[in-house]
């Protein structure tokens, strides 16, 4: 399967500060990125979707301002948490996929290893 | 509003037994649906992946059935064994595979040795 790499792997920093977040497709051009969060003892929550080139779509309750997705090209996400705060201590995994449309690809997400952001 | 139920929420089994674990969804218009393994702390393995157009996948010894008409998915894993013990969640897509994916909050399998 494809890989996908995080960046960092973990990270603890202090309340205000903004931490920002890499997501990489290694060995394929990842036309769409997922962000995903997981909050201890709970399953994965889709936050938002981005397109390469495109602004981030979010889903309902997600605050864009707070959260800044950059998916400038075919092989690298960001998410940005801006002005952390303790309440966004969490697991943060992104997932690539290609286009859908090119002939013979994959429909699958190919996940990231995680990030885990402890804010203080 | 995609909804994915994943029962039971834990189990625990003695090694070498058959189990199955259970995925619900209520969206028809699924896509496809992946199984996937947690282990605790780390990031998500795949597993398996059928499309809307299957009926079941396998690999080595594990096989998964999807049912359409019933919004039921199935995980069967054979011959347990202690390094099966996981997290197992399972996930479905829909729009045509565009959308990102839903999530049940999983089952906490045990195998004991």
């Known amino acids: 399967g494809a890989v996908v790499s995080q960046h960092p792997s973990r990270v603890i920093c202090k309340s205000g500060t903004s931490v920002k977040i890499e997501c990489r497709s290694l060995?394929?051009?990842?036309?769409?990125m997922f962000w995903y969060r997981q909050f201890p003892k709970q399953s994965l929550m889709l936050m938002a979707t981005s397109n390469e080139g495109s602004k981030a779509t979010y889903e309902q309750g997600v605050e864009k301002d707070k959260f800044l997705i950059n998916h400038a090209s075919l092989t690298l996400s960001t998410l940005t948490v801006t002005s952390a705060h303790p309440e966004d201590s969490s697991f943060y995994i992104c997932?690539?996929?290609?286009?859908?449309?090119?002939?013979?690809?994959?429909?699958?997400?190919?996940f990231g290893p995680g990030t885990r952001l402890t804010v203080l | 509003k995609q909804e994915v139920t994943q029962i039971p929420a834990a189990l625990s089994v003695p090694e070498g037994e058959n189990l199955v674990l259970n995925c619900s969804f209520t969206d028809s218009a699924i896509y496809n649906l992946q199984w996937f393994r947690q282990d605790p702390g780390k990031g998500l393995t795949s597993l398996l992946l059928i499309q809307s157009s299957q009926r079941e996948q396998t690999s080595g010894r594990l096989n998964a059935s999807l049912d359409k008409s019933s919004g039921r998915s199935t995980l069967y894993i054979a011959a347990s064994q202690p390094g099966d013990s996981a997290t197992y969640l399972c996930?479905?897509?829909?729009?045509?595979?565009?959308?990102?994916?839903?999530f049940g909050k999983g089952t906490h399998l045990i195998i004991q040795p």
């Open positions: 060995d394929f051009q990842a036309t769409t």
């Open positions: 996930a479905e897509t829909t729009g045509g595979g565009a959308d990102g994916l839903t």
């Open positions: 997932s690539a996929r290609g286009n859908l449309y090119d002939r013979g690809r994959s429909p699958e997400q190919f």
